[in-house]
């Protein structure tokens, strides 16, 4: 009988960094060099009392190195749903290149503007923080743009045991992560603010606005589709059975996406998410 992949199948949570190694080694070592950078840069916090707008001038490059640490091990982990012979085929090494060189000229800068004390997004005082921050803006893009190219890979070419409900799950996800993290990271920069409306407090970790709109809300809900329609069909279908697992794919992907406009919504009319 052909093995069915689900993300939480025991073999896959025996060992789960050596298994994004194994289905991505660049990917995966990028990924780890992230969270690791991320650890680091919260913990400068604490010897480095400066601050931009009330909060530490370290907390931007902890969150972006954890996001984009997040992003690449979830794209290094999908590469294992290729097929063997396709996952150093052009197009995806190139995008895993592309997504790698991205995400460390991105916070090649904010980490700099950082460590001066100075801001990365929405800095367009003279023209070469504007067009730094444009180009900042383009590889945020681009990282996102590597979903579609994996995705496309995994719907036409997807690897033998891969179960069709959680093939539909992923491409979703992937699809639905940059499509909903593009839209609503434009919204951020032609608002020049995260911010709409009355600017006070903040949400505890996430930090976002507790007195006004905050478009970031709306990011974080689309970011993070790749991951929650796939473990949530995972989940479902293996306690539930494959139709389930289907099911719930398309009824979250749907509810992702409502759940994004209301949120992005909520922001444009300068009202706080409620947390």
């Known amino acids: 009988m052909t093995a069915i992949a689900y993300p939480l199948a025991p073999e896959a949570v025996v060992s789960p960094l050596a298994e994004l190694r194994r289905r991505h080694p660049a990917l995966a070592s990028a990924g780890f060099a992230f969270v690791m950078l991320a650890a680091i840069s919260a913990s400068l916090s604490l010897v480095d009392g400066r601050l931009i707008d009330g909060v530490s001038v370290w907390a931007k490059p902890a969150k972006f190195f954890l996001s984009s640490g997040v992003l690449m091990l979830s794209s290094a982990w999908f590469f294992g749903y290729v097929r063997p012979e396709r996952r150093n085929a052009r197009p995806l090494r190139l995008s895993a290149n592309l997504l790698i060189g991205f995400g460390v000229f991105e916070l090649a800068y904010i980490t700099f503007q950082a460590a001066q004390g ?8 003279d023209v070469p923080h504007y067009a730094l921050y444009a180009m900042m803006g383009l590889a945020a893009l681009g990282m996102l743009a590597t979903k579609l190219v994996l995705a496309r890979e995994i719907a036409s070419r997807p690897a033998e045991n891969l179960s069709p409900e959680l093939r539909v799950a992923v491409v979703l ?69 494959a139709a389930w697992g289907r099911r719930v794919a398309l009824a979250l992907a749907v509810l992702i996406v409502a759940a994004t406009l209301a949120v992005f919504v909520q922001a444009l009319l300068g009202r706080p998410f409620a947390v």
């Open 118 to 125: 100075a801001r990365s997004h929405f800095n367009v005082a």
């Open 173 to 241: 996800g992937l699809v639905l992560t940059a499509i909903l993290g593009s839209l609503s990271g434009l919204s951020l920069s032609a608002n020049q603010s995260h911010n709409v409306g009355a600017v006070g407090g903040a949400a505890p970790i996430f930090g976002w606005n507790r007195l006004g709109g905050d478009l970031r809300v709306a990011h974080f809900f689309g970011m993070h589709a790749e991951q929650a329609i796939p473990l949530a069909t995972a989940a479902a279908a293996a306690v539930f059975g």
